[in-house]
């Protein structure tokens, strides 16, 4: 008799639920103050501080702030900002090939 497979790793976005998601329009980095800033719009839930990104490996960051209600200066909705803070230039490198215009951040409750 063949034993059954082993059970496959979680991974933590199936175990953590999506308390937020974020269509990204933008990215910009304030290097002074070590900031990775992510500019976009809600798409569902609650965006807040803390939060972590959820299933995309190599995004490890926690939200240090979110600014709310930025206006678009060619006249559209207003948007929102997500700051991460980066401790080394090589995980501000990962989080740049990772995060494009037009994807899609899923964040889970603060932990």
């Known amino acids: 008799m063949i034993p059954p497979p082993a059970?496959?790793?979680?991974n933590a976005s199936?175990?953590?639920?999506?308390?937020?998601?974020?269509?990204?329009?933008?990215?910009?980095?304030l290097g002074?103050?070590?900031?990775?800033?992510v500019r976009g719009t809600v798409t569902s839930g609650t965006v807040r501080a803390k939060?972590?990104?959820?299933?995309?490996?190599?995004?490890d960051g926690?939200?240090?702030s979110v600014e709310a209600k930025?206006?678009?200066i060619n006249g559209?909705?207003?948007q929102s900002a997500l700051t991460f803070h980066y401790g080394k230039q090589a995980e501000l490198a990962r989080w740049r090939a990772l995060?494009?215009?037009?994807?899609?951040?899923t964040l889970g409750a603060p932990g």
Do not use: K, N, W, Y
């Not at 059970?7 to 979680?10: R, T, Y």
């Not at 199936?14 to 980095?29: D, E, K, W």
């Open 62 to 64: 926690a939200v240090q």
């Open 32 to 37: 002074t103050r070590s900031l990775f800033i």
């Open 76 to 78: 559209g909705a207003a």
């Open 7 to 10: 059970p496959a790793e979680s």
């Open 99 to 105: 995060v494009t215009e037009g994807s899609v951040l």
């Open 14 to 29: 199936s175990t953590t639920p999506a308390a937020a998601t974020f269509l990204v329009r933008g990215i910009f980095v």
């Open 70 to 72: 930025l206006l678009d």
């Open 51 to 59: 939060q972590r990104v959820i299933g995309l490996p190599g995004m």
